[in-house]
């Protein structure tokens, strides 16, 4: 059977519409960066996507290659990711998208090493004459955070961080957003797909006990 992160980790990817507190684990994820408005056609975060995404499938599908990954076992692509931040502000301007910093990511599973995503930079640049040079491996350990399952429009994420907050500081903790720690989105909805009222989006935010 095909592993599904989404399925066996719960915790991460699927929890309610209600704030909860979690603590996320030192993780390997593919990572593009770069800056602007997400909604921008034929922008720098829709032109990227395609960077993440051909990484993603070339190490997903290496066990119809030569190539052996140690360990390896079939797997579902996990679901997009991002951090975003904007210079100068502690949280999210949403009426300032142009001004947005972003890092774009896909969990890799545990068995992926360094060596593997170099091979396939090499594969993907050589079969799809891309450059994907700003594809990077990234050890990230997230931490302390507070999330919830957002459902609606990304514009209208403003009601749920507010809730979060809320919970946060009934609950003896502190926002905790700094240069290294990000506002965090999983978008576990296709916008190509579905209707925006239905989109279903985890937020997540770093917090510290206090």
């Given at each position: 059977?095909?592993?599904d992160f989404k399925?066996?980790?719960?915790?991460?990817?699927?929890?309610?519409?209600?704030?909860?507190?979690?603590?996320?684990?030192?993780?390997?994820?593919l990572a593009v960066r770069g800056k602007g408005d997400p909604n921008e056609e034929n922008g720098d975060y829709q032109n990227t996507l395609g960077l993440l995404y051909g990484i993603a499938y070339t190490l997903k599908m290496s066990y119809k290659s030569d190539y052996k990954i140690n360990g390896f076992f079939k797997y579902v692509v996990p679901p997009l990711e991002g951090f975003w931040w904007q210079d100068?502000?502690?949280?999210?301007?949403?009426?300032?998208?142009?001004?947005l910093n972003f890092i774009s990511l896909i969990r890799l599973?545990?068995?992926?090493?360094?060596?593997?995503?170099?091979?396939?930079?090499?594969?993907?640049?050589?079969?799809?004459?891309?450059?994907?040079?700003?594809?990077?491996?990234?050890?990230y350990e997230e931490g302390l955070c507070v999330q919830c399952l957002h459902i609606?429009?990304?514009?209208?994420?403003?009601?749920?961080?507010?809730?979060?907050?809320?919970?946060?500081?009934?609950?003896?903790?502190?926002?905790?957003?700094?240069?290294d720690?990000?506002?965090?989105?999983?978008?576990?909805s296709d916008?190509?797909?579905c209707d925006a009222v239905k989109l279903k989006t985890v937020i997540r935010h770093p917090v510290k006990k206090v």
């Open positions: 059977m095909t592993f399925k066996e980790y719960k915790e991460y990817y699927l929890p309610k519409n209600q704030p909860s507190i979690i603590n996320v684990p030192k993780l390997n994820y100068g502000i502690k949280g999210m301007d949403y009426h300032h998208k142009d001004q599973p545990n068995f992926i090493t360094k060596a593997d995503f170099d091979w396939a930079v090499s594969v993907a640049t050589e079969k799809k004459k891309k450059d994907f040079s700003r594809v990077e491996f990234l050890t609606g429009s990304y514009d209208d994420e403003l009601a749920t961080v507010d809730l979060m907050h809320k919970f946060i500081a009934e609950n003896s903790y502190a926002l905790d957003i700094t240069g720690r990000y506002h965090h989105e999983i978008y576990l916008p190509r797909k």
